[in-house]
């Protein structure tokens, strides 16, 4: 039940009155991903759509925006509502259908992709499309239409939906697929949770004949390496990530290693029954036997500096260059959720926290592009300390972030010094990537201004989406802090 306190003072009014607070106990402190900002909600969490649609109507009634969240791993503001009313996902939670014979499953938004691939994987399916982290919603992958290290393959996540129902701030129930709806189905999908909230999300999984992943690694002298490379191995691998050393200058710029891996055909795993088996693909809750890898990020914070990462960055370089060229199988889990195994790692950024700048360009502008921003990074003292390198397909929906090229997703320390300065590089580097024909993606971002949001979108996209929103929610009901400081 969402309750009424009438003690409480109401600010921010929208609607006309009466106007109804929010009970002052529901305020609590919700933070980016990334730890780079926070603010302050009333928070709610329903279990069921008859909640979610008493949630939405006495939100309304308070006069308060409603923003959705579903397990909070946008870097930036895209699942906080300064002062507002947030509806937590996470408790709606349920699979509602699962055909081990065709491998369509039907779940709530706050299923994360930890259930999901837990729950089909012993059936011989696995989600086709996966974050770095396991921790991300249905919900919430659909709502910034996420992709994997397949991108260039399968695209994102909205190319293997098949249909959503989603709630309108009304509370009517509406049902989206290619055929019905379908100009609600291709704007809600990467639609950032401001148009409708999703409660049913129906979807194909991947058929695997493995609990295993044949994994290729190579270290790659510069960028112009890690280009060649992916070029190369596209066609012939399900996935490919780059992971680059931004320190390294000269013609080392760009150099790093990379990762490739295809499924096992039929047959090629002798007891398949057993690597899909949960505690096959579970990892070990330990380093080196002894150490819990909960508290591997204290180790790390005293690194989070230009010069322990700059050390780390040539030491990982160094033995992928001195090892040669290694295969290697590996689970799923693996090979898809290497961040998940040091819990809390963002914490060795200190309490400033990060941010994360991942732009999208063109196959034909990309490379240039890179090279200027990494130099860019480097002479104004700030090279991030991680640094992601993939391929990428264009797509049919229209706020995508998908385009025939590559992203590179920039890891920023934010400290109270750093903060200008990184803001100020960040509109550097927007020069760079509009003048490349690049994209920008609302799930990393935290930094991306009106102006250049319709400069690489057009201003006929923002007024499609704009037009669709006064269609689904003519109140401006739903919004975030992302939403405001971008198309508010
Ligand atoms: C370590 C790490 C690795 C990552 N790796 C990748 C990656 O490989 N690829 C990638 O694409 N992204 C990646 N991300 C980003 C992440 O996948 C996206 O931000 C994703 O949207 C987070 O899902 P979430 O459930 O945490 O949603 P949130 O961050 O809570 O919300 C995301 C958006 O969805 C909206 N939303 C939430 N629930 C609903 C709902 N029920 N109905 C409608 N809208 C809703 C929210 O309003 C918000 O705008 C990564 C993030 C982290 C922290």
């Given at each position: 039940m969402i309750e009424e306190n009438t003690t409480s003072e109401i600010v921010n009014s929208k609607v006309s009155s009466p106007l109804r607070p929010l009970a002052a106990e529901r305020l609590e402190a919700v933070s980016a991903w990334g730890g780079a900002s926070s603010s302050v909600s009333y928070v709610y969490r329903p279990t069921t759509v008859e909640q979610l649609q008493e949630m939405l109507s006495v939100a309304a009634k308070s006069g308060r925006s409603v923003g959705l969240r579903g397990g909070?791993?946008?870097?930036?503001?895209?699942a906080t509502n300064s002062e507002n009313v947030l509806l937590d996902?996470?408790?709606?939670?349920?699979?509602?259908a699962w055909d081990p014979l065709s491998g369509v499953v039907c779940v709530e938004p706050g299923v994360t992709i930890s259930q999901l691939w837990q729950y089909v994987l012993e059936d011989g399916w696995w989600p086709p499309v996966v974050t770095g982290t396991s921790m991300t919603t249905i919900g919430g992958c659909a709502g910034m239409n996420v992709h994997g290290k397949n991108a260039y393959q399968v695209g994102p996540i909205g190319d293997h939906i098949q249909e959503f129902e989603m709630m309108l701030p009304s509370g009517e129930i509406v049902i989206c697929n290619r055929e019905e709806n379908s100009d609600l189905f291709y704007a809600a999908i990467g639609g950032f949770g401001v148009l409708g909230v999703f409660t049913s999300i129906m979807m194909q999984m991947k058929r695997v004949y493995s609990g295993l992943l044949d994994v290729y690694t190579q270290a790659q002298p510069n960028l112009a390496g890690m280009f060649e490379y992916f070029e190369t191995f596209m066609d012939s691998s399900d996935y490919i990530v780059g992971w680059i050393d931004s320190f390294s200058k000269g013609a080392g710029l760009g150099q790093g290693d990379v990762h490739r891996a295809n499924y096992l055909p039929?047959?090629?795993?002798?007891a398949p029954s057993q690597t899909m088996r949960l505690d096959y693909q579970h990892l070990s809750p330990n380093m080196f036997g002894?150490?819990?890898?909960?508290?591997?990020w204290i180790f790390m914070r005293p690194f989070m500096n230009n010069l322990g990462t700059a050390l780390i960055n040539k030491a990982k370089y160094l033995s992928g260059h001195l090892a040669g060229p290694r295969q290697v199988r590996q689970s799923h889990a693996a090979f898809h959720f290497l961040l998940d195994y040091v819990p809390d790692w963002k914490n060795s950024y200190g309490p400033g926290g990060l941010i994360q700048y991942q732009p999208f360009i063109p196959k034909e502008t990309a490379r240039d592009a890179f090279v200027d921003m990494l130099r860019l990074c480097q002479r104004r003292g700030l090279p991030n300390y991680l640094t992601v390198f993939k391929r990428h397909r264009p797509d049919d929906f229209l706020m995508t972030h998908g385009l025939d090229g590559y992203s590179l997703a920039m890891d920023f320390r934010i400290t109270e010094r750093r903060r200008p300065r990184v803001a100020a590089l960040t509109r550097e580097l927007d020069e760079i990537v509009l003048a490349a024909g690049g994209r920008f993606y609302f799930a990393k971002d935290s930094t991306l201004r009106p102006e250049v949001a319709q400069a690489y979108l057009g201003k006929g996209t923002i007024e499609k989406l704009k037009k669709l929103k006064r269609r689904t929610d003519p109140h401006n009901l739903l919004q975030t802090d992302l939403w405001r400081r971008v198309f508010g």
């Amino acid at each position: 039940m969402i309750e009424e306190n009438t003690t409480s003072e109401i600010v921010n009014s929208k609607v006309s009155s009466p106007l109804r607070p929010l009970a002052a106990e529901r305020l609590e402190a919700v933070s980016a991903w990334g730890g780079a900002s926070s603010s302050v909600s009333y928070v709610y969490r329903p279990t069921t759509v008859e909640q979610l649609q008493e949630m939405l109507s006495v939100a309304a009634k308070s006069g308060r925006s409603v923003g959705l969240r579903g397990g909070g791993n946008s870097y930036g503001d895209a699942a906080t509502n300064s002062e507002n009313v947030l509806l937590d996902m996470r408790r709606m939670n349920r699979i509602l259908a699962w055909d081990p014979l065709s491998g369509v499953v039907c779940v709530e938004p706050g299923v994360t992709i930890s259930q999901l691939w837990q729950y089909v994987l012993e059936d011989g399916w696995w989600p086709p499309v996966v974050t770095g982290t396991s921790m991300t919603t249905i919900g919430g992958c659909a709502g910034m239409n996420v992709h994997g290290k397949n991108a260039y393959q399968v695209g994102p996540i909205g190319d293997h939906i098949q249909e959503f129902e989603m709630m309108l701030p009304s509370g009517e129930i509406v049902i989206c697929n290619r055929e019905e709806n379908s100009d609600l189905f291709y704007a809600a999908i990467g639609g950032f949770g401001v148009l409708g909230v999703f409660t049913s999300i129906m979807m194909q999984m991947k058929r695997v004949y493995s609990g295993l992943l044949d994994v290729y690694t190579q270290a790659q002298p510069n960028l112009a390496g890690m280009f060649e490379y992916f070029e190369t191995f596209m066609d012939s691998s399900d996935y490919i990530v780059g992971w680059i050393d931004s320190f390294s200058k000269g013609a080392g710029l760009g150099q790093g290693d990379v990762h490739r891996a295809n499924y096992l055909p039929p047959g090629a795993d002798l007891a398949p029954s057993q690597t899909m088996r949960l505690d096959y693909q579970h990892l070990s809750p330990n380093m080196f036997g002894f150490m819990p890898r909960s508290v591997i990020w204290i180790f790390m914070r005293p690194f989070m500096n230009n010069l322990g990462t700059a050390l780390i960055n040539k030491a990982k370089y160094l033995s992928g260059h001195l090892a040669g060229p290694r295969q290697v199988r590996q689970s799923h889990a693996a090979f898809h959720f290497l961040l998940d195994y040091v819990p809390d790692w963002k914490n060795s950024y200190g309490p400033g926290g990060l941010i994360q700048y991942q732009p999208f360009i063109p196959k034909e502008t990309a490379r240039d592009a890179f090279v200027d921003m990494l130099r860019l990074c480097q002479r104004r003292g700030l090279p991030n300390y991680l640094t992601v390198f993939k391929r990428h397909r264009p797509d049919d929906f229209l706020m995508t972030h998908g385009l025939d090229g590559y992203s590179l997703a920039m890891d920023f320390r934010i400290t109270e010094r750093r903060r200008p300065r990184v803001a100020a590089l960040t509109r550097e580097l927007d020069e760079i990537v509009l003048a490349a024909g690049g994209r920008f993606y609302f799930a990393k971002d935290s930094t991306l201004r009106p102006e250049v949001a319709q400069a690489y979108l057009g201003k006929g996209t923002i007024e499609k989406l704009k037009k669709l929103k006064r269609r689904t929610d003519p109140h401006n009901l739903l919004q975030t802090d992302l939403w405001r400081r971008v198309f508010g």
